[in-house]
């Protein structure tokens, strides 16, 4: 099955610098990969994803790219402000599931003023 | 903005109780799932369910698990006797259909086994 590695598990950033999150998936037949924002005692929110047909895609100060050959993906977020701070998810969704999302570990991002 | 509810935020249960757990999707979806998350640890997939029916589940979800669509509204989670390691934050999560690939989760229920 689908196995999704997720790094770092913390990232401190100073505020207005770039926060950078990698993740790599491991089934060929993943073709989508969202991104999840967790902040405390609340469940995820999707911020962007990104499917198998695009290389990149950006919303504002959030960007992703996905590189298939290598099965990676990365979450880019530019200028980074206080309220960034949460956990963010990577996942993966095999082609053949009925929308079952693999996730990876997490990243507890914090961005200090 | 339309969004996933859970009930209750929280949940203590003695070890080898029923519980169950409440979800109301976003109207109109017709996919629904169940994540867990043990504190510290990723998310989880148990089960999601289309059509009235378990479409795919994972190996965490054995007999002692169910879901239930009673109405048109609610989407249950059933735990027949909990067991200690059963201690997580419960996700439900609904998708509105084949075209759309998002899921949108609720805000969990914290299920404490003691």
């Known amino acids: 099955g689908e196995n999704v590695e997720q790094h770092p598990s913390t990232l401190s950033v100073q505020e207005g610098d770039s926060a950078v999150i990698k993740c790599t998936y491991s089934?060929?037949?993943?073709?989508?990969f969202p991104w999840y924002k967790q902040e405390l005692g609340k469940g995820p929110q999707l911020i962007i994803d990104?499917?198998?047909?695009?290389g990149e895609k950006k919303d504002q100060r959030i960007a992703v790219t996905l590189n298939k050959t290598a099965k990676h993906f990365s979450l880019h977020i530019t200028e980074t402000q206080p309220e960034d701070s949460a956990v963010y998810f990577c996942?993966?969704?095999?082609?053949?599931?009925?929308?079952?999302?693999?996730f990876g570990a997490g990243t507890q991002v914090v961005v200090t003023p | 903005e339309p969004e996933v509810t859970q009930t209750p935020s929280h949940q203590v249960t003695q070890m080898g109780q029923e519980v169950i757990l409440r979800c109301v999707p976003i109207?109109?979806?017709?996919?629904f799932y169940w994540y867990r998350q043990i504190l510290g640890q990723k998310v989880e997939f148990l089960v999601s369910?289309?059509?009235?029916?378990?479409?795919?589940k994972s190996e965490i979800f054995d007999d002692q698990f169910s879901v239930e669509r009673p109405d048109g509204s609610n989407f249950t989670l059933k735990i027949r006797s909990t067991k200690l390691e059963d201690s997580a934050m419960y996700f439900c999560?609904?998708?509105?259909?084949?075209?759309?690939?998002?899921?949108?989760f609720g805000p969990g229920t914290r299920l404490t086994v003691l």
């Open positions: 999560a609904s998708r509105s259909g084949d075209l759309t690939d998002t899921q949108y």
């Open positions: 089934d060929s037949a993943s073709n989508y």
């Open positions: 990104i499917r198998s047909n695009v």
């Open positions: 996942a993966a969704r095999t082609t053949d599931s009925w929308g079952k999302l693999q």
């Open positions: 109207s109109n979806h017709l996919y």
């Open positions: 369910f289309y059509n009235n029916e378990i479409s795919e």
